[in-house]
């Protein structure tokens, strides 16, 4: 590929290791036990901002007050978020409690209100308590720091069993410019934004257009390919911001080290994207649909979702049975041109079915396979030239328990 | 209502009941365990027939099989049927081998080939063994039964816990006229057909344009409402014959009679969809969603569907956890338009959000109510006309053990 030479992974990187940021969270008393719930991203700078929200009909509150501080120049120098209550479906008192979380972050950092945005993660339908949420903020520019990005990750966290985070590094210019990223999944995971938060950090000097032109097309191809079961959220977002204070030039896409920082600025969703599908709630393994030969891309983007939303191929993948029969029931159903005739399926390198034939197998080494942490499925439909990835994991008795009971 | 009064169920009624049927079943080997696998209805003269298929792109061998036998003069004599093996994705072999066995059984019982359908259930992309299902075919006229429809209920199962039948008259013409039913369900279930098999029976007399037609519009409202995992099966098909030996004159939609016909051909649809999803498998119980006040028609579906398939709503279902934050969740991202103002939510008679607020309630109650056999889900948009129910199951521990290893 080359791709990847065209940038470093930077060894314990986090969102605060690209020039001018600076992390913190802490515990404000949203989350029954001591764990981080309230935490924030601050930028020594107005950064350039860009935001890619959820499509819910139902986007909660602080997506709105989010949306309406970007508008005003494109900028955002602080992000604030709490974890263990959505501040979705709460009405008009949800816009006030968002909005008077913004404010109370911008006073307490002397910033004006529409250089902050406001995200919430948890359960939905419960007014904030805003005392405890309002004495957390006034805490928090204190416990920014400039290595606080490991205590922002575990504020964000709900479900989530491990913190996702990630830096590399390109040469932009002569200058090392860092990009960096931090996620939360891990449940109401899917397409088209997940309950899943994202929050991107650069010290390259980009505007927040080409950001935003560049966060929607990586977006596309990494956080709007996972899926843990299907639901999407009323409050996933991704935020990135650009600090420009990492040196290197105006960067744009007329600039000759664009490519670099574009496949660095992708790595890092396609990092966290593959995170959160394998923290999915109650995964096992990280399964990844590839789908080549396709009509279009389009096509093959429906069909690698399809196959990685069916609970029948994400039991089986639990329960490591090569029951190919549910992949290709899955290929059919996805509302995607098909030539019944040409379809090939590989389980990593096993060779289940080919020219839409079955092909005898080692049933053991399959199910070895199976069994192992990472599970790639490979649908050629010997078509045209459309390819797309996706990624999921495993259905667990360990999803259902933590669904059945998550507000108890 | 008075649709009720329309129709009246039979007591122990079944595929057999209407006038000129028979049916049986045996087992043949295709089942690990001595479980009927092999079934039959046939019926005394050519029946009008009507059909509909899965819309999966993979159509397995015996739909096609069954499709170019109706295509011939709209009748069909017999319905084959075997369970344990889907006879799906085996390319020239597996068409050779559901016309062997429409041959066989058109042989066995005297009739033209193009009488006789077939159809399968069970595995995909396994070759049937053909020894077993034509020796079991051989034997079958010898078990065909006045009484045999519980028989054929028995073959047609698979991970199904219950057989499912009913049969209802009316009064057509002063003459007493039977619609029947028998299904079988439980897994990869989804709208626009499940892994379902449906089988309908009348004596009514009409011809099969008309039969067919309403068998598209009962089963848009019925088979095609419920799910019980996403998953649509290269299997799928309900076929309904009429025998016309019940009396009561031909039957059309200028009949008087016609809406009482149709109400109780819809109520056997209902009834069989309903049987499907509360034995979706691992299922411990009926979950309802009834959405009314929708845009349209078609939006109130896609939502009903949207909710109904949730994983999470599922989930919570079996918890009993009152958390209809995932029910709002799940109706904004339908992809139909909403007023994310106006939206009732009511779980059983307990209302849960007015005008999209929450109301306060009380949990034990709503739990008490989540933990019985049936939940019913009312949605309200306050917006238009549009209404529309679907069904499914909640998700469990046991759905996901049936799953992990359904061919081991």
Redo the contacts between chains.
């Keep these: 590929m080359g791709m990847k030479e065209l940038f470093t992974v930077v060894p314990d990187g986090s969102v605060t290791s690209p020039k001018g940021f600076r992390a913190g969270g802490l515990h404000c008393g949203l989350k029954k036990t001591t764990r981080f719930d309230l935490g924030a991203i601050v930028c020594d700078v107005p950064a350039a901002a860009a935001g890619v929200y959820t499509?819910?009909?139902?986007?909660a509150a602080p997506l709105k007050v989010t949306q309406e501080s970007v508008a005003v120049e494109g900028k955002l120098q602080a992000m604030l978020v709490n974890s263990g209550n959505?501040n979705?479906?709460?009405?008009k008192q949800g816009e006030d409690d968002a909005r008077t979380m913004r404010a109370e972050l911008a006073k307490g950092l002397g910033l004006a209100e529409h250089l902050v945005g406001v995200t919430s993660t948890g359960?939905?339908?419960?007014l904030l308590p805003m005392g405890k949420v309002s004495a957390g903020i006034e805490q928090l520019p204190g416990q920014l720091k400039a290595d606080g990005g490991d205590d922002f990750c575990q504020a964000i966290l709900t479900t989530d069993l491990v913190k996702k985070m990630i830096c590399v590094r390109v040469n932009i210019g002569g200058e090392t410019i860092h990009i960096a990223g931090a996620a939360k999944g891990s449940?109401?995971i899917?397409p088209?934004m997940a309950t899943m938060l994202g929050f991107l950090t650069t010290d390259a000097d980009i505007d927040s257009a080409d950001l935003q032109k560049l966060l929607n097309e990586s977006t596309d191809s990494t956080f709007n390919m996972i899926t843990v079961?299907?639901?999407?959220?009323?409050n996933d977002m991704v935020i990135a911001m650009a600090s420009g204070l990492g040196g290197g030039g105006k960067l744009n896409p007329q600039h000759p080290d664009w490519p670099a920082f574009a496949a660095g600025f992708r790595h890092v969703g396609e990092y966290l994207a593959k995170m959160i599908a394998r923290d999915g709630e109650g995964a096992t393994k990280l399964i990844e649909v590839n789908v080549v030969g396709a009509d279009s891309e389009a096509a093959a983007r429906a069909i690698a979702k399809t196959v990685i939303?069916?609970?029948?191929v994400k039991?089986?993948c639990?329960?490591a049975?090569a029951?190919?029969?549910?992949i290709?029931?899955?290929?059919?159903?996805a509302g995607q041109p098909?030539n019944?005739e040409t379809v090939d399926i590989r389980l990593g390198d096993i060779s289940v079915?080919e020219q839409?034939?079955?092909v005898k197998f080692d049933e053991e080494r399959a199910a070895e396979y199976l069994k192992g942490e990472l599970v790639e499925i490979y649908v050629n439909l010997n078509m045209g030239n459309g390819r797309a990835t996706a990624w999921g994991c495993d259905?667990?008795?360990e999803?259902?328990?933590?669904?059945?009971?998550?507000?108890?």
């Design positions: 499509l819910n009909a139902f986007q959505a979705a479906c709460t009405g359960v939905i339908g419960e449940g109401m899917h088209n079961d299907g639901d999407t959220s009323t939303g069916s609970s029948l039991s089986a639990f329960g049975d029951n190919w029969g549910r290709i029931a899955a290929v059919g159903r098909v019944t079915l839409s034939r079955p259905l667990t008795y999803y259902v328990r933590i669904n059945a009971a998550y507000r108890t």
